[in-house]
């Protein structure tokens, strides 16, 4: 699969379905995969820093989005 971001939106532009796996039942699945695994170190260093101003998850989860 290629996506492409057009116009603000990513958008799949190439597609071979014979080549793909089952896609996960529940998103709330997804840390498990194998891809998900690793932290890069930049958001890492994001969510320590949280962590150390005692922020709660939900509270993290509000930030990471308003700076995406």
Request: net charge negative.
């Amino acid at each position: 699969m290629v996506v492409k971001l057009i116009d603000g939106r990513w958008e799949v532009i190439y597609y071979v379905g014979e080549h793909n796996h089952k896609l996960v039942d529940k998103p709330s699945l997804k840390k498990y995969l194998r891809s998900h695994q690793g932290i890069p170190p930049e958001e890492r260093a994001f969510l320590t820093h949280h962590h150390n101003c005692n922020l709660t998850t939900g509270e993290n989860d509000l930030l990471a989005q308003s700076e995406g």
